[in-house]
């Protein structure tokens, strides 16, 4: 792939850093100063957006090189280079990190009161860090942009978040970067193979590290070893039971955007990561570990709902259907199949746009009343009914009914799960029913029933900016719910890309299921 | 046209719908009744004349270009997974979308009058209107996933009627539990559609006809599919074990137990298997499940139906008991007769439920039947519709109800898969229907009152009280001042009192236009047992029109005199209690699934996740931390230590370095 003379990426990944040291600059010592800085920070992420459709019209779907690709020399010593690129699975994970920052940004005009400006500034740091590492194409450079994130996620938690935001932010920063030094590690093993094998030197240039051969079979092979510590690292950022139990501290002190940009955004990183270095690099030890893989995705779902329909904190809930949700997302990679694969891609916007909203609307009520406990809530319905609208096409976004995004996900998930394993796919799609479980039980306690409390009797709906706000995440339920092609059309081909490596084996199976009893996994 | 016919009341619930979102929600006034069920009721009216024209069309060409097809756009499209958005308009699904539009309609119409006092008529109007749009998009969907938004779709309105009330916490609980019992029964759905697509390929209706004839699957693999779909199907028909919501819905307001929980959306587990009756056909083990599940839920909700005073709970028993017959119908490969009864009932139940809503209406929110009588008078003319309905589902011939439901006994009778046992069955449950039939029609309408009847002139006062948690109070205090309800909802009623005593018209034994029309989308119709006579037929006839006759006259004896009605209870009083308990089954569920699933719930997260897993992770930074301290203690400043240490490290050197030169 030769470099492009184009730095479209480039522009895009630093256009929110830039912009966010600019904004330092502003006074905000008065009121209109406050103000400014706000809406600079909007335009900001309104640029941004801007600029990723830019990079959408130019990104050509019959192409599963990266495109729009950058390279330029860094440390050439150790073969670490500043390589941007694109395909069609970060295209749209990019799309999401800068269709998600202005509504976040918008969210908090009114909630966050302390420290005006280095909130926004960090917020547009954060986006720079995150579509950072969806366009890295360098290891290297990837893991400095994926620790880089934790930076302005730390200090999100830590200053703006509820009262155990210091702990909360500690186990955060603590528990990510025990994974990724496990990445890191394996990553110098494997630029340390190339160099090895080719006798070119050192690399971390991904497409060169996909050459490494690296000796497999057992379960503690060479390949199985750098397999889990890519794996771990990543399973801890879905979160993947067991190791979630980060998500629901982090979710309950963090303020609301920290919620959406973590739920919308950053657990995607793990499922990105799972698809963009663990398939290719290691398929001998994907396959191995296949199955254990998908029971850990398959108890993901039914715990976390089961967890979350027992929760008295309604963030603590949403926190938990994460944890569900997310497992739909592992299984979706692992079946190792083109069907579940998009289906896994697709979940993850769709997750980004509902769980996003969740978070939001939870932050909406939490602004009024200062209290996530739902008895404290009830009947909410009766004096919010522009919010209970909005919250109920979200909730059934969640619970993928079919006609809202969540479905396509769900659906083609199960399907490709059940081409895999179907008795892992029938217990996956328990999921289905506890999601609605759990759900409803929410909505009745906070929104359904007489209405509890004379605070909640005075509360008042939506405003126009909490609208605007909301609209934009309901127009994508329905639209990725009713024309999902949109999307599919541009991932394809780097979808089938990905999957070359399994592609024989996936053949095999199937046709070995034809044959066999339909309860034989 | 066709794609008009679902859209025509989506566009009503999107007018409604935003109207309400811009006006009343945002702390606008409500808009009247007669406006928002106006644009409702004209939506659907027009998707009635829509249907009608198309039906009209389907019977004026060939048989062969009976089907009518329109792709709206290409839904999902990944691989080999394609599901355009096709609507199908063919023989079967015409029926239905008559008795959804037709009979919604008029439900639309009476609803003017009954939601004429509610808050917002508007939102109320919307969701039915959307109701409407899925359910037709259910009948009219060309594939199983097309099929399964609507299926879905009529689950969500069903929650969102159900609670529609929901400021009453029961209500609001009801609209929860039935979209979760769906659920189940849709993770059954599911699998099934993805064992069809992963053995057939494909999930469109006309594709999978030819597939099943020409790609031989074994028998275990069509078994599984039928009874997965089936598993769907007793969510959404309330079937055994899934039946425990359709009473609970009874919450919701009364047009809408009448549309979407007897007319159409319960029937849509019948639609599907007809539907499918090329895949059941094949699966001679599915069919008996189907037809015993069917025709034990007919018998098991009518002996519960005989217990209930809440008019509409017995309504709902009733409903699930017929819906019973239905399966009882498909599972003898009778399909034609299940849908036959599906239409039949869809009359006599609409008008049952309705002719139930007016008495409501009337007697101010009242609906225990214990508290009633004598309304004969007092509202003529749903007594006189409510007893057309009554002698329909009681089986008294010519009504409709007689011949759909002998047409079934006949077939479980006579039917290759069918045995003496589900004809007993079935004609067990005709003699309990008959019966508390007559005893909900006897404690409502005949006799003498058994309320305060107010003065005519506190009628003033109280017309305005209809809202839906008014009424008791007063009836207790000033008496009821009962009237007629006014002719917007008797109208309606009085249309389907027609109906249900003529439709059975389409469906005479041997000159059956009904079977004739659905023979070629559903599976051939059964061969008799060999040892089944022509002339049985008639003498079971007889029978059946003796069994009904037999079952009011039961119900008039006991329940004629009170008194008697009394002694009764007190003589069978244990199974009266279990029989008015309905089982326990709610119970039974709650004791061995709810509580028990929640408790580990509790248990997962309490301890395993908290004690547990994130124990472990916080101990790891325990260990981090002493393993820091047990470091730091070497760096204590003491002299001696250091100086200890150098000369123990100088010495291991010193002692490597000499065993190396003498090795």
Redesign the interface.
Known sequence: MASSTSCLLSWLVFLPLLWALVGLCIPTNTASGLKLSKLSALIGSLVTFAVSICVYQQFDPASAQAQLAENHAWIPSLGVGYRLGIDGISLWLVLLTTFLTPIVILSSWESVEKKVKAYYALILALETAMLGTFLAMDAFLFYTFWEAMLIPMYFLVGIWGGKERIYAAMKLF??TMAGSLLMLVAIFYLAYQYKLQTGLGYSMYLPDLYMVKIPSGGYLAPQSLLFLAFTIAFAIKVPLF?LH??LPDAHVQAPTAGSVILAGVLLKMGGYGLIRFVLPLFPDAVRLYQTPMLVLGTVAIT?GA??A???TDVKKLVAYSSVSHMGYVVLGIFALN??GM?GAVYQMLCHGISTSGLFLLVGMIYDRRHTREMSDFG?I??VM??FA?AFMIIL?SSAA???TNG??GE??I??GL??TS?VL??FA??G??LG??YL??MF?KV?????TGDENKRLK?LSLREVAVLVPLLIAVFWMG????FW?KKM?TSIDASLVPYSQSAVAS?NA??VG??WNP | MLALIPLLPLIGFLINGSWY?LG????GKAVPATAAGGIATATIGASFVCALMLFLQLLGSEEEARTLEVTL?????????QIPFTLRFDQLSSLFCLVITGVGSLIHIFSIGYMGHDESPQKFFAYLNLFCAFMLVLVLGGSL?VL??G???VG?CS?LLI?YW????DK??AG?KA??VN??G??GF??GM??I???FGSLDFTALKQLVLTMPVSG??MT?ICLLLFVGCTGKSAQIPLFVWLPDAMAGPTPVSALIHAATMVTSGIYLVSRLSFMFALSPDALCVVATIGAATALFAATIAIAQNDIKKVLAYSTVSQLGYMFLACGVGAYASGVFHVITHAFFKALLFMGAGSVIHGMHEEQDIQKMGGLRRLMPQTFLVFAVGWLAIAGIPPLSGFVSKDEILWMAFASEHGSVALWVVGALTAALTAFYMSRLFILTFLGTPRFKVAEPQDKGHHDHGHGHDHGHGDAAHHGVAVHESPAVMVLPLAVLAVLSAVAGAIGIPHMSWLEHWLHPVLAHAPALRPEVHHETEWVLMGVSVGIAIVGIALAFVIYGNLKTAERFKTQWASLAKILSNKWYVDEFYDALIVKP??A???I??KFF?VKV??RI?LSL?DASNQSGALARSLQNGSTQLYAFLMLAGFLSIVGYSLYGIFH
């Not at chain 1, 009713?482 to 092609?485: H, V």
Request: glycine content about 8%; charged content about 10%.
């Open positions: 603590l528990y067991p139990t980060w715990y089961l967890i329909w027992v929760q083109p069907t998009t009947g319905s009766k009914p522009l609208i059934l009914l079919p006609g479905f396509i659906f083609m199960l399907l059940w081409q179907q796919a029938a799609a328990l289905v029913i609605a479980v409803l039980f009745q929104m359904l029933g007489p209405v709906d009713f024309n999902p092609g599919f394809q199937s299921e034809k009893t339909p | 979102a009343q929600a945002r702390g756009f290409h839904w999902i499209s990944a691989g080999a997974l996933p399964f938004l299926w879905e779709g969500l929650y609670s929901y400021t009453d916490p609001a609980s929860k979209f979760i659920r189940i849709d993770l599911l699998l993805f064992l697509f992963t053995t275990g693999i599984t699933l929640n580990l719930a509790t997962l997260w996740d897993i994130d992770v930074g």
